[in-house]
């Protein structure tokens, strides 16, 4: 029985860094702050983001994150000197993207989203635990767990940052740092221990220009993260078949399709 219990985290300690997250959004939904205009203005440039307390809070949710899963991994007792910053990708990008969405959601939907992200930050919390150990019972259902959840939080920040009306020199660099974080770890998650970082700047750099190029389109939110899931997901999974000694022709045939699909989904998707 204990050596079952060994491959979860503290329950204690989970509960305490959740509600820590928690408690962090629900203050950017109660304190009301004025707002603040970052200006930034040169010759043919001018730059003017508006910043709020619920934009600090946001920030320090999603150090809250890391610090706090560091802080769960340090007592697993297969981390040994196995280093940790892999584990702290994801949830520090959950943690940012969903305080950046709760700030987008109107006051009837912004508790049932919070109480999405609990659920969510938890899972994510438990799923990276599990991940540590490769012999763990659950760690298959948690790697496809980790990977799912990270083509959703793709899915919900592009999102967001078209539902935002985000200026194009604030969407394409955000685009970018995010499809490289997320395909860095899902790359990470095949099981080969490996960081392959150029396939992970190619492919942000890919998504980043698909972005650029659809940002003036009349696309709806959905449409136009629809049309970045699609490359960011055949990308990583035409990488990890390479990987494995697939055939090129073989490996491209399923991420050519999803892209395909995609693409025709976010077309006629009104």
Known sequence: MQESHS??????????????????????????????????ELPGFY???????????????????????????????????KASIEHLLLPTLATFVIGASLALLPNTAWWMGF?????????????????????????????????AVAYALFLILTNALRFSGARMFLLV????????????????????????????????????QISAGLHYWALTPLQFGLALIGPLYGLTALNTSLAENVPLRRAAFGPVLIVALAWIWAIFLR
Do not use: N
């Not at 997320?182 to 221990?193: A, E």
């Open 7 to 40: 491959h979860l985290p503290s329950a204690d300690r989970v509960g305490i860094l959740v509600a820590s997250i928690l408690l962090t959004f629900a203050l950017t939904q109660i304190v009301q702050s004025p707002r603040l205009t970052l200006i930034i």
């Open 47 to 81: 730059f003017a983001y508006p910043l709020t307390i619920g934009t600090g809070m946001t920030i320090l949710a999603a150090a809250l994150s890391a610090t706090g899963m560091s802080w769960l991994m340090h007592e697993h007792p297969a981390l040994g000197k």
């Open 115 to 147: 109480f999405v992200s609990a659920i969510l930050i938890t899972s994510v919390f438990l799923a990276e635990y599990i991940a540590i150990d490769p012999s763990a019972p659950m760690y298959a259902f948690a790697r496809a767990g980790l990977t």
């Open 173 to 208: 660099p955000v685009i970018f740092i995010a499809a490289m974080l997320i395909s860095l770890r899902v790359l990470r998650l095949d099981g080969t221990d490996r960081w392959d970082f150029p396939w992970a700047i190619g492919i942000g750099i890919v998504c980043m």
